[in-house]
């Protein structure tokens, strides 16, 4: 089978057009036909079936049993023309939730570590982060939220609490806060995760109005020059911030359930990428024993 081939069908199937896929793939309506024409007459069964009037294409039996075929040949070829490309220097993509790629430096100390591997980090949510491994589409994921599959690993990596930080003098060193004795008006608030939320539900200080809501960690630290202000953030967060800025960090009596951050990796990943992502996972298990949280 041709290269070309097999991807104009692919387009077909992901645009369910003819003339979608042509745009796609840049190519004239009579190209894309002519190829998929050339595809089924190597495997010797119709894969499309061709209904006139219609704007979308429909697939025979054997078109949706060819998908899997389909895909597995163009990892096929794409792993081919890696292996040919190499040049004693290793590559991967690693996709990432936002809050994981900015408050754990991971990524700096494996490139300061390894200069010998590229990394391509994708900053994505959760379903679109389980979607690039699935089709393998990125070598390694990290994430917030668990996500079942049978084709990918997921291992628990890191687990930590959150604390309160401040800018001010909330309590003596040492001392536990409860939320529901801080002051809701001074809160910087970020509502994310579902356990999170029905956490917050059980406070006094539910419902709330707190004195500023943000949609992105990074905001928080802006919030806290006013006096008395606070946040509650994970454990790696408040360690960033720290670096950044004069804070406080107090542990909590009444604290949120744990943060729990994962690894994603495909079952069977590119075999060009076997090497890179051992060795981007042994880096992230030296990293992560750096790390001097209260997990």
Known sequence: MKQEDVSTFLAIVETRSISKAAEKLFLSQAAVSQRLKS????????????????????????????????????????????????????????????????????????????PGIDLDIRTLDSEEIFDLIEKREADAGLLLNVINSTQVDITPILTEHHVIISKSVLADEGKKLSADTMDPEKEIVLMWGREYMRWRETLKIHPFSPHVR?????????????????????????AH???????????????????????????????????????????????????????
Not at 46 to 68: A, C, M, P, S, W
Not at 258 to 265: A, E
């Open 214 to 238: 943000v949609n992105r960690m990074s905001m928080i630290v802006d919030f806290l020059d006013e006096e008395d202000t606070w946040a509650i953030v994970p454990e790696t967060v408040a």
């Open 39 to 114: 595809l089924e007459s190597e495997v010797g069964v119709t894969l499309v079936e061709r209904r006139k009037g219609f704007k979308n294409i429909e697939l025979t039996h054997y078109g949706n049993q060819f998908i899997d075929i389909a895909e597995r040949w163009a990892a096929l070829c794409q792993e081919t023309e890696e292996l040919k490309n190499k040049s004693g220097r290793m590559s991967m993509t690693i996709a990432c939730n936002d809050s994981l790629a900015t408050y754990m430096p991971l990524f700096k100390f494996i490139a300061s570590q390894e």
């Open 241 to 295: 911030f720290a670096g950044l800025t004069d804070i406080n960090i107090y542990q909590m009596s009444d604290a949120p359930p744990k943060r729990v951050s994962c690894l994603m990796v495909h079952k069977n990943p590119r075999t060009t990428q076997k090497e890179a992502i051992d060795l981007f996972t042994g880096y992230l298990r030296r990293y992560l024993s750096t790390l001097q949280i209260h997990s």
